[in-house]
């Protein structure tokens, strides 16, 4: 697949630009602070509704512009699809395709990318839940019926906390008695919609690890690097091979610790079961990355998990093809070995889009597209 025409309107930097990205390799060259970025990030959001740089929406509005808008050709085999995105601030997006209005599940991964960035070392150094958005977004992208899912467990998470806090202030066995009652209804779709979400992300693990270990073979050779599925609130369940793949099964174990922890959720006021407490545990030949690996690896296991994606989606077999692949300034950041690897792969996909300040920062790649990016425009060098 590929993104071929893409026009930004008041969108961060941006006044207005027009560009259109080549197959094969696109490289974006411009001093710091430019607007390289944004033009990957956009193409990014085309894909996800997510920027890989920040959680909300409102600093991707140019400032002083009441609203962004973003369209794009997502390209295909020879079926060309136009997408377009108004972002509003303080009010939902307003999506169409091919000139009509849709819903976000009917938008996402139309464009499929996988973007590989700066802010990716926090896959390996940061939170568990770097690592959970991570997963969800990849499961989303693969199958976007799992958009709808996340959230409606998440709206389940919020409102079965809200009503565990106010447990945590109810005097009187009778009104305890009833906002219990009241829980069991969000016991039940904490379970549903919670195994749901934990059957896809072990499901897309089951393929998704091997790709990743892969990957690390080919960008850090010598050392291994494995990805694996860490369901913390499963207290009997911590390894991932141990999990069942059956969501009637997965829904038994999320039911019995519901109930086993009864008395600890009551007494927190937080809903401490479910896979929004889970985790990816990532392992550097053995050892945890967080906490042992060098900053170079914990790069080439954030690395990994970008290619071991990238390979996951072109393997789906569907029209769609190889996702765009997305590198967003980190070359700069890697030795000559994995630059060298990371070019191939960039090399060998239908297309990507890579953004330097330094162009020779970059491995030489044949029929590359250049563009050179200044303040507020971008043209293509040949
Ligand atoms: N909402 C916004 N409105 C106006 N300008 C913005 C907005 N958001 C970001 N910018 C500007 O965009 C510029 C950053 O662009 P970008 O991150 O794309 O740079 P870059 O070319 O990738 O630089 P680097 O090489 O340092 O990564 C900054 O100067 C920033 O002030
Ligand atoms: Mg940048």
Known sequence: MQVGFVSLKDYRSYEDVELRFRPGVNILVGPNGVGKTNIAEAVGYTSTLNSHRVA???????????????????????????LEIAINPGKANRLQVSGSPVRGKDFVGLLRTVVFAPEDLALSKGDPGERRRFIDEVLIQRS???????????????????????????????????TESTLAVWDDQLVATGGALLFGRLSLLDELAPLVAQAYALVAGGKSGTVSYQARSLAAFKDHDGLPREVSELEDLLRQELSDR????????????????????????????????????????????????????????????DPVLILDDVFAELDSQRRAALADVAAGAEQAIITAAVAEDVPRVTAAQTFTVTPGNVTSDG
């Open 56 to 82: 909300v929406d409102l600093p991707l509005i140019r400032q002083g512009a009441g609203q962004a808008v973003i369209r794009a050709a997502a390209i295909r085999g020879d079926r060309q699809i136009s």
């Open 262 to 321: 009864r008395p600890e959720e009551f007494a927190r006021g937080v809903t401490l079961v479910g896979p929004h407490r889970d985790d990816l545990t990532l392992l550097v030949d053995g050892l945890l990355a967080k906490t042992y690996a060098s900053h170079g690896e914990c790069w080439s296991m954030a690395l990994a998990l970008r290619l071991g994606s990238f390979e996951l989606m072109r393997g789906l077999g569907d029209d769609a093809g």
């Open 144 to 178: 976007p019926r799992y958009l709808a899912v996340k959230t409606d467990y998440e709206r389940v998470v919020r409102q079965r906390t809200a009503l565990l806090r106010s447990i945590a202030g109810t005097r009187g066995a009778t009104a305890r008695a009833d």
